[in-house]
C-alpha cells in the first residue's frame, strides 16, 4: 500500500507568500562554502545566518559570505529565517531537521535524509502535521547530464528500458581522508554514503524500485590509513560492509544491478548503462552536475551528448582549477520555486525517504539474504527541462 510521505497540494498552497527563500544554514564544514557560493545564482534564494558547534568554523564562513553568526541554539528560533539548510553530519540529521520543524521551519537537508528510515518516517509526519516541506539531496539528478538522460528517455529513444548496471567502485577513504573512520560505521559505508546518488537519479529515470536482492561483504574488514597526518599507518575496524552487490527491481519492470564498494583499485565499469528495446545509454558519475552522456540506437555507435554551455552543466569546480560541475543549492532554488507556485518540489523528502528504504533494504537483504519488498512508493519527478532550468537562475 502506498504510504503518505508528502504533504498535499492544498498543505502546501501558501506556505510562503515571499518571493525569497531566507536560509539559515546549520553546519559550516567543507560543503558549506559550495551551497553558500552558488546561491548567488538562483532566484528566490537569500543566505541570511549559520551556525556550528564549532564557533571558529561559523565565523569563518559569515565572514566569508556576508552572513550573520548564529549560536545554534538561536538559529531555529530566528523570525527573519524561513528555511533551515540542515548540512550537519549524517548522524545529527535527523535531530537537527526535526528541531527546525518543531520551530516552524522548512528544511533542505544534505543526504541522507537521516540515518535510518525509521527517523525519516518520523521526521517526514512531523512536517506534513505541520504543514511543512522538506527537500533533501542529492539534488545532481536535475544537472545537466540528468535532464538529457531524462530527455532521451522519454523521446523514446531506449524504447522501453528493460536492464543496467550502475556501479560506484573505489578504495574507500582511508588514502585520501586522514581521519576515515567514522566513513566505515553503520549509517555509512559505500552504499549509504555514495548510493544516494545513484538511486537518486535511477528514480529519476526510471520511478521507484519495488524490491531488492543483495549480497554483501567486507573486503578487507582491517582498514589502514594511508593519508598523510597524525593517524598515517594505523588502523581501524569496519563496522558496515566494504561491497554490495544487489538487484533492483523497477516498478517500471527494468532490472538492473547496481553494486557499490570500497574495495576496488581500479575498474572500466561505467557509472550507469540502462539498456532498453531501442537502444543504450551511458551515464557520467551521478555525483557531478554535467559530462557527457552517450546514445545508442539498435546498436549504432555511440553519440556523444556534452552537457558544458547547458544549465548546469559548465565547468565550475573548484573555483582555483575548474574541472567539474557543482551546482549544489540547485535542488534548493527548486525547492524555493515550488513552494512558490504550490506543488512539491522535485528533490522532495518523499524521494529521499524512498531512496534510503532502497539503501537501507540493500542491506538488510545482504545481512538475511533474503529479498525485500520496498513499501514507499513517490511519484517519479517531473521532468526540468531546460527552460525550467534556465529559469531558476538570478
Not at 540529521?93 to 540515518?115: D, N, Q, Y
Not at 542529492?138 to 544537472?143: I, K, M, S
Not at 549480497?215 to 574488514?221: D, I, P, Y
Not at 524521494?351 to 519488498?373: K, Q
Request: charged share 20%; hydrophobic share 45%.
Amino acid at each position: 500500500m502506498r504510504q503518505q510521505v508528502l504533504a498535499t497540494r492544498e498543505e502546501i498552497l501558501g506556505l510562503t507568500e515571499q518571493k525569497e527563500l531566507r536560509i539559515g544554514v546549520v553546519g559550516c564544514g567543507n560543503i558549506s562554502a559550495i551551497y553558500m557560493k552558488n546561491a548567488s545564482l538562483f532566484r528566490r534564494l537569500r543566505m541570511v545566518a549559520c551556525a556550528d558547534l564549532r564557533p571558529e568554523a561559523a565565523t569563518l564562513r559569515a565572514k566569508e559570505f556576508g552572513l550573520r553568526e548564529m549560536p545554534i541554539e538561536a538559529i531555529f528560533d530566528a523570525p527573519d529565517i524561513d528555511l533551515i539548510l540542515n548540512l550537519s553530519v549524517p548522524a545529527a540529521h535527523h535531530e537537527v531537521s526535526m528541531r527546525a520543524i518543531r520551530s516552524g521551519k522548512h528544511v533542505f537537508t544534505e543526504k541522507p535524509l537521516c540515518a535510518s528510515a525509521a527517523e525519516a518516517r518520523a521526521l517526514l509526519d512531523a512536517a506534513r502535521a505541520a504543514g511543512l516541506v522538506v527537500g533533501a539531496a542529492p539534488d545532481t539528478f536535475l544537472g545537466a547530464s540528468g535532464r538529457r538522460a531524462r530527455q532521451l528517455i522519454d523521446s523514446g529513444a531506449l524504447g522501453q528500458v528493460v536492464t543496467g548496471t550502475a556501479f560506484m567502485l573505489g578504495r574507500g577513504m582511508e588514502h585520501w581522508h586522514p581521519n576515515p573512520a567514522f566513513y566505515y560505521q553503520p549509517g555509512a559505508g559505500p552504499v549509504l554514503d555514495m548510493g544516494p546518488y545513484y538511486l537518486t537519479m535511477l528514480t529519476y529515470l526510471l520511478g521507484p524500485v519495488r524490491a531488492v536482492t543483495a549480497v554483501t561483504s567486507f573486503g578487507a574488514k582491517t582498514r589502514t590509513i594511508t593519508a598523510p597526518g597524525p593517524l598515517q599507518h594505523s588502523t581501524f575496524e569496519a563496522g558496515t560492509p566494504t561491497t554490495a552487490l544487489s538487484l533492483l527491481e523497477f516498478r517500471s519492470g527494468a532490472i538492473l544491478s547496481f553494486g557499490a564498494s570500497w574495495d576496488v583499485f581500479r575498474h572500466s565499469s561505467a557509472p550507469i548503462e540502462l539498456h532498453g528495446t531501442g537502444g543504450s545509454l551511458r551515464l557520467p558519475d551521478p555525483d557531478n552536475f554535467g559530462d557527457v552522456v552517450a546514445l545508442s540506437e539498435q546498436g549504432a555507435d555511440w553519440v556523444a551528448h556534452a552537457s558544458e554551455g547547458t544549465p548546469f552543466g559548465t565547468t565550475n569546480y573548484p573555483v582555483e582549477a575548474p574541472d567539474r560541475a557543482n551546482y549544489r543549492a540547485l535542488g534548493l532554488a527548486e525547492m524555493a520555486e515550488a513552494m512558490e507556485m504550490g506543488r512539491p518540489p522535485r528533490a522532495s523528502g518523499a524521494l529521499a525517504f524512498h531512496v534510503l528504504e532502497v539503501l537501507e533494504s540493500i542491506l538488510h537483504s545482504g545481512e538475511t539474504r533474503s529479498r525485500v519488498e520496498i513499501t514507499s512508493c513517490p511519484d517519479q519527478p517531473a521532468l526540468l527541462d531546460e527552460a525550467a532550468a534556465e529559469g531558476l537562475l538570478q
